[in-house]
């Protein structure tokens, strides 16, 4: 069964048919059609193939291009309308978000994702996951504790 790629929609926001994408790619035509139709997993070769053709990482083809779109796009540009389909992942909403809240730290951790060094990866992961460990909300809320009460209980 076929995973769920985005690649006929790249290949509409790239301007470029099937048979275009065949003929840059050296990829038979009737392979990219059963890709299209999901007759056809295709091999991480192939879909590199597709991507450098596209231009875009391996890994954007399971995202609808508009989706992707918006990560990049300012605040004052013109967004394009998104399909009302709820396709798209909760995770990458949250992105979208904070790309907006918080544009220099999504500059940073994009910036580090992009430029591959998997030593500088690995630690920003240590970092990250130690942070998170730190954000895990308390096991007794301190509103619910009595007033003057300022001591955490003893377990």
Known sequence: MSTNLFFHQWCQYRHLTLAQLSAQSNVALETLQSLQNGSLDPSLSLLDTIAIQLQIPTSWLHYNPHTIQRLWNDLDDEQPELPNDHSIDPMFERMI???????????????????G??????????????????IRPTTVPWGSRPPGHFEPPSD
């Open 97 to 115: 978000q904070v790309r907006r809240d918080h544009p220099e730290l999504f500059l940073l951790l994009t910036s580090l994702i992009h430029h």
């Open 117 to 134: 060094d998997p030593k500088l990866i690995r630690a920003a992961q240590v970092n990250l996951q130690s942070l998170f460990k730190q």
